[in-house]
């Protein structure tokens, strides 16, 4: 009988270890740098999820490989979706981001037309026309949409979305590629759509 409670108590032992063992490793599995996406200095890591989205616009526009980009730093995981391209609203280029943000610590009451940026490969920076989302509670998604003056896409090869200040994180940085419209790529894309 004693044996068989040492027995018993040494594999509970083996099964607890082994629990914590098997927990470390999806901590660091969960936090390890994206390989698509790397660590950039000063900002939260985003990784870039599901497939990317390579849309050609009409000429003249500039079309994105657009996809899903997560940050899970800090308190709040802000999750941004763009489809690769813009559209026409009277007469002004809009390009609208998908964001949404999940938290079960902090209310999400954030502005993101004061807090966010986009801005595209020289440094230049627009400020949001409009988030349209509801304020409040722990999940919030909502249509982060930026007016794009002329020549703020051209000649670029990437649009950064910079998030300040969510959840206890400085800069979350979201980066997209961008095509240029004449591009053997884009081209190969529109011939596709309109096929």
Known sequence: MRKERRLASQL????????????????????????????????????????????????GKVAGVGGTQISEAGQVAVEVRWDGRTVEQNDTEILTLQVAMNTHTVELNYDLTRLAALRNDRGEELHPKSWKAPTGGHHVSGQLAFEIPEGFLANSDRLELVIQDVGGVPERLFRWKLLAAGSERAAKAEETKTK
């Open 12 to 59: 509970a032992r083996v099964i607890l270890v082994g629990a914590v063992l098997v927990a470390g490793g999806l901590a660091v599995w969960k936090n390890w740098p994206s390989s698509e996406v790397g660590a950039i200095a000063g900002s939260a890591d985003t990784t870039q999820s599901g497939k990317a989205n390579t849309t050609a616009l009409q000429a």
